[in-house]
């Protein structure tokens, strides 16, 4: 039996995301870290996200990475695979969202491809090609101030439009909602030009259309909002589905929780920790500049871990990261936090650590590279869009993990994540 579904993300903790959403749909499901060297190691799974680091990265690079990952899913039998972005979507002017949806449609020969942020669950919502987050444009919200991809403009299709050498179009929301008749001719419309399709949903019947239509094709691109529609779609496409995954296997041992996202919602989970639980508050403008922000978490957490969960967060306002960057350079301020936190994580795994909560995309890349992991089996969810993790076959013991986009969660994330996490 083949995989029904397949993903290529472009961070660590969005993938957690899209395999959280389809393993709750009832899909046996398996992350990757990279692209997976054995194909023959899928047997009996029915979705595959592959986690790949190239929402920032050069333009080649993330194109490259994309195909590689494409070409093994389709090896293994994969009928759909979705490009899976972020539903902010999170890029600039020089991509790669475009870039990489225009790549994998080259590689499948097809005539037009879905391209939706949406995700009514979490407050992303699509209307006449805008992105709105909890009915405020993109442009006006607090993520507006992402320290690596700022987003300044609501209109997607204007931004896709910048990336991608295709023509966009909009596929509005009335036509959605007049079902899937109404939306295979208002496509037919288009398909001279061979478009990408920014696809209008403002709630979760909308996506079942747009995830119905999307699995008649090769590829999509999307959030987790799509994943969901795919997923039905799936799942009907296949009657004899035996059902959701058991719980994953406890691995007990020490916790902890990382956080390095500057979101508004981790700032103010954060604040909320610190009245529940050891909270150390790195500066990151001495991490920058390299002030042995290491032995200081270490030093923290060895003092508290035996008591309990611990907290080690280099989170700062947006205001202070802008400042950081002015400094030391956008990329060079990002990438040295990300370093410090990575190895911070390793020294709490060697400290004993089985039970690791990290916030923000970026971060949770770092530390996945760091502790060397290569794919998980996705568990129960902790909060809309953020589930369990379990690594297998990870030398020196197995962890229990969650990697949590920063703008995820409530309030007192942190200390129910670690509490539930086994």
């Known amino acids: 039996m083949t995989a029904l579904l397949a993903a290529i993300a472009d961070d660590y903790s969005g993938a957690s995301d ?6 709750k749909s009832g899909l046996r499901t398996v992350q990757t870290i990279g692209v997976p060297a054995d194909k023959e190691a899928f047997g009996g799974i029915d979705a595959i996200v592959v986690s790949l680091k190239i929402r920032s990265a050069p333009v080649a690079e993330a194109v490259s990475g994309a195909l590689a990952a494409e ?3 389709r090896e293994i039998g994969v009928r759909h695979v979705m490009y899976k972005i972020c539903s902010t979507f999170d890029s600039t002017d020089d991509g790669n969202i475009g870039q990489v949806t225009d790549a994998l449609m080259e590689r499948a020969g097809q005539g037009w491809v879905f391209v939706t942020p949406a995700f009514p669950e979490t407050g992303r919502t699509v209307y006449k090609g805008n992105l709105f987050v909890n009915d405020v444009p993109l442009n006006e919200s607090s993520l507006r101030h992402h320290p690596l991809n700022p987003m300044r403009d609501a209109n997607l299709a204007r931004i896709l439009a910048k990336q991608s050498e295709r023509p966009v179009r ?7 909602a007049a079902g899937l008749g109404a939306c295979r001719g208002k496509i037919q419309s288009f398909s001279d030009i061979r478009p990408s399709i920014i696809a209008d949903a403002i709630d979760d019947a909308h996506l079942d259309v747009l995830g119905r239509l999307a699995f008649e094709t090769a590829v999509s691109t999307g959030a987790s909002g799509l994943g969901h529609g795919l997923a039905r779609a799936a799942l009907e496409a296949r009657r004899s589905e035996d059902g ?12 902890a929780a990382i956080a390095g996202s500057c979101s508004a919602r981790t700032l103010e989970q954060i604040a909320v920790a610190e009245k529940r639980m050891p909270v150390l508050r790195l500066d990151p403008e001495c ?3 390299g002030s042995g922000a290491v032995n200081e978490a270490l030093a923290f957490a060895r003092r508290h871990l035996e008591a309990g969960p611990v907290l080690i967060a280099a989170s700062a306002s947006s205001e202070a990261v802008a400042a950081l960057q002015q400094k030391y350079g956008r990329m060079e301020t990002g990438h040295a936090i990300e370093r410090v936190l990575a190895t911070i994580a390793l020294g709490l795994v060697n400290e004993g650590v089985r039970r690791l909560v990290v ?16 794919s998980f089996e996705v568990g129960e969810e902790l909060a809309p869009g953020v589930p369990m993790l379990r690594t297998f076959g990870q030398p020196g013991g197995d962890l229990a993990m969650a990697l949590k986009s920063g703008n995820f969660g409530g309030p007192n994330f942190f200390p129910e994540a670690l509490s539930r996490l086994a």
């Open 287 to 289: 991490i920058v500049a």
């Open 359 to 374: 916030a923000g995309g970026e971060t949770s890349g770092a530390v996945v590279d760091m502790l060397g992991i290569r």
């Open 18 to 23: 899209l395999a959280n959403t389809w393993r």
């Open 71 to 73: 070409a093994l899913l």
């Open 170 to 176: 909009i596929l509005d929301v009335q036509t959605v």
């Open 244 to 255: 959701a995954t058991s719980g994953l296997q406890p691995v007990g041992g020490r916790a």
